[in-house]
């Protein structure tokens, strides 16, 4: 993919104007991280470095999709959340929480529970986020999250792979319900149906039921809004043991 000189001058500005929006919010965003765009990244971005060094990276894609502005926004919370110390954001707590499975459990598993934690901070991120958004965000993050939902998930060689991978897609749906009903975006009603049936496809085909999916849904929902170091390692065990239960059992 190809980037223009338009395509880069609005990722800067997406840059601006997120900092700005954030900080009218109350957020303090800290020295301006620099911004580059990957063309041929696979997923839709991450923020890497140090602080005072941090660097947002954001998929060419993204500008291409039209989500450019809410997606820096949304790494610029991560930097927030860093900024603030939250156990979410505290790399040596959640490298800690997933060694315990290390042991137990081959390390294309140990991916999905990484996935699964990266699910957990990414509700904390957008709880800065949601502060921060204007009308016409918050009506693009509803369309942004139907697309995140999956109906199908990959096929795996063994029956084992198939169930870990179908439990992947579980935790990604669970996740994009979870956002939208946690800061009370999962409407209209018909827009919530729409979401459901969707995401229903999805279970009829991997042969899970509601069961699994609302544990997981409701898990994302109500993460307290305020936890200490302690808190988050207990509920991240929780989380992954559970992960582990429905897939292993």
Do not use: C
């Amino acid at each position: 993919m190809r980037l223009s000189a338009k395509d880069l001058e609005h990722a800067r500005a997406a840059l601006h104007s997120g900092i700005a929006r954030l900080e009218s919010a109350g957020f303090v965003v800290g020295e301006r991280p620099s911004l580059s765009v990957e063309p041929n990244l696979k997923i839709m971005g991450y923020t890497r470095g140090p602080a005072g060094q941090r660097e947002i990276v954001i998929a060419g894609r993204a500008l291409r999709f039209g989500v450019v502005d809410t997606l820096v926004m949304h790494e610029l919370s991560h930097i927030v959340m860093s900024n603030i110390g939250h156990p979410s954001h505290n790399d040596r707590l959640i490298i800690s929480v997933l060694h315990r499975y290390h042991r137990k459990l081959a390390e294309w598993k140990i991916s999905i529970l990484a996935d699964g934690v990266n699910h957990v901070q990414n509700v904390y991120t957008d709880d800065v986020l949601a502060k921060a958004l204007s009308k016409k965000q918050t009506k693009d993050t509803r369309s942004f999250f139907y697309s995140w939902l999956k109906t199908v998930y990959p096929r795996g060689r063994t029956a084992e792979q198939d169930k870990w991978s179908a439990v992947a897609v579980v935790l990604n749906n669970a996740f994009a319900v979870a956002s939208l009903r946690r800061r009370r975006m999962l409407k209209p009603l018909a827009f919530e149906k729409k979401m459901f049936a969707k995401n229903g496809k999805f279970l009829k085909s991997a042969g899970l039921d509601e069961k699994t999916f609302g544990w997981f849904a409701d898990f994302f929902t109500n993460l307290p809004k305020k936890t200490t170091r302690v808190g988050y390692r207990k509920l991240l065990i929780a989380f992954l043991d559970k992960v582990v239960e429905v897939t292993e059992d």
